[in-house]
């Protein structure tokens, strides 16, 4: 390893309570994840009567509104601190998991997926990972990682412990623990962050100036070409790994596996995303983003065209473990990327317009994907198409980067 980066053990300790505050929240944010929302799928589409596309509709429905409530409650970020931002969150966090709880009708779905969304997957991740790009400059990409390592987590561990739980508890009581654990995390981001500074103290002591030696605002990032140009690398992994995880439970039966099965290999998929995230943390540090970005989404063109193309758990598992190998940088990538490329001072701002179009690829996904499950086109034969979205993407990413990176500042 460089010299030149100090012992992860030491930077641990010095950093460990802003550290443990940010892995608590994105492990936080798992309940309102995906993986974690999907575990509930079969039940849910069981108790309201809904196909794979009606399913997908409403949990697009849900999703789409949580993109567009992320553009303005994003910006949030640079200017509360984060444990009182979380004061506000994890309550309506608690309350949405709740309202799953007591879901009557089908319609109820949409406005509970839309605070599932946007509190979990949304704000929660957000306010975490904008802490960490802000608190950190020199040594951000492995504060991402460690930070990160909540998602891997919740990964892990979640969908295999709640797919077990519900043979023995309502799926409904598993929502109302789900609430009571997000309010319990509260006195303790409070213990972690007693000594939390304002972004805009943060701001001045820590800035790291974009392009051009300077910070841009959001509204010059939205006039700028690189951050259209980005929105293919955004949305694929957004849309499309959201996918296999919503519609699990249809995968499983289409490769012959059980759905406790599929889960089961989860641990393998979180063991390599972690692998990656903090071998992509020290590599950020080491050679920055523009290096690293356009080959960061290479692993998922092999992982779509071999999850289509096998058979049985080993290949599924190898799909998976390649999938990963994205997922966990695109935990810690994006983030420092738009940091180390527009300036930290409007980060929060800046941010949450790129999690607005992430957040609308989970909405695409899901809709686009079960529109042609019911259409009879399974998901693994669907991804192959996938699979080439990721070639443009890698090559959309690289063109574009190849021209913005000049105009970096100098690194010291």
């Known amino acids: 390893m460089p010299e030149r980066l100090p012992a992860m053990l030491p930077f641990l300790r010095a950093n460990a309570a802003?550290?443990?505050?940010?892995?608590l929240l994105t492990f936080t944010s798992s309940w309102g994840q995906t993986f974690f929302i999907s575990v509930f799928a079969g039940e849910i589409r069981d108790e309201f009567g809904l196909s794979h596309g009606a399913w997908g509709t409403i949990y697009a429905a849900g999703t789409f509104a949580s993109a567009v409530a992320m553009i303005w409650a994003g910006q949030a970020t640079d200017i509360?601190?984060?444990r009182a931002l979380s004061l506000i969150v994890l309550p309506l966090f608690a309350a949405a998991c709740l309202?799953?709880?007591?879901a009557s009708a089908a319609w109820m779905l949409v406005p509970v997926v839309f605070l599932l969304r946007f509190c979990g997957q949304g704000m929660t991740s957000h306010i975490a990972t904008v802490a960490?790009?802000?608190?950190?400059?020199?040594?951000?990409?492995?504060?991402?990682?460690?930070?990160s390592v909540g998602f891997a987590l919740g990964e892990a561990t979640l969908p295999v412990t709640f797919v077990a739980a519900m043979a023995v508890v309502d799926w409904r009581w598993l929502w109302v623990l789900v609430a009571l654990l997000i309010l319990a995390t509260l006195p303790v981001l409070g213990r972690l962050l007693a000594l939390e500074r304002t972004p805009q103290a943060e701001a001045e002591e820590n800035q790291a100036h974009g392009m051009d030696g300077r910070h841009w605002r959001r509204a010059e990032v939205l006039r700028h070409w690189l951050f259209w140009a980005m929105v293919p690398f955004l949305?694929?992994?957004?849309?499309?790994?959201?996918a296999f995880f919503f519609?699990?439970?249809?995968?499983?039966e289409t490769k012959a596996l059980s759905h406790l099965g599929l889960v089961a290999l989860f641990p393998v998929f979180t063991g390599a995303a972690v692998a990656s995230m903090l071998l992509s943390g020290f590599l950020i540090d080491r050679f920055g983003t523009a290096r690293l970005m356009p080959l960061a989404q290479a692993p998922m063109v092999a992982a779509f065209l071999v999850l289509s193309l096998s058979s049985g758990a080993w290949g599924v598992a190898?799909?998976?473990i390649l999938m990963a190998l994205t997922v966990g940088a695109n935990h810690t990538l994006p983030s420092a990327f738009w940091a180390e490329f527009y300036g930290t001072r409007h980060i929060g701002a800046v941010k949450a317009m790129a999690a607005a179009v992430m957040v609308f690829g989970t909405a695409v996904g899901p809709i686009l994907t079960g529109t042609l499950i019911d259409a009879g086109l399974s998901f693994d034969e669907q991804m192959i198409g996938i699979a080439g979205w990721f070639l443009l993407a890698c090559a959309c990413t690289?063109?574009?980067?190849?021209?913005?990176?000049?105009?970096?500042?100098?690194?010291a």
Request: glycine share 10%; net charge positive.
């Open 18 to 23: 802003f550290l443990a505050a940010g892995a």
């Open 247 to 252: 519609h699990q439970v249809h995968f499983a």
């Open 398 to 411: 690289g063109l574009a980067i190849s021209r913005a990176a000049p105009l970096l500042p100098v690194r």
């Open 235 to 242: 949305l694929g992994p957004a849309a499309f790994s959201t």
């Open 80 to 82: 509360l601190r984060v």
């Open 318 to 320: 190898l799909g998976m």
């Open 99 to 102: 309202a799953m709880a007591g």
């Open 132 to 147: 960490m790009a802000r608190w950190f400059v020199a040594t951000r990409g492995r504060a991402l990682s460690v930070a």
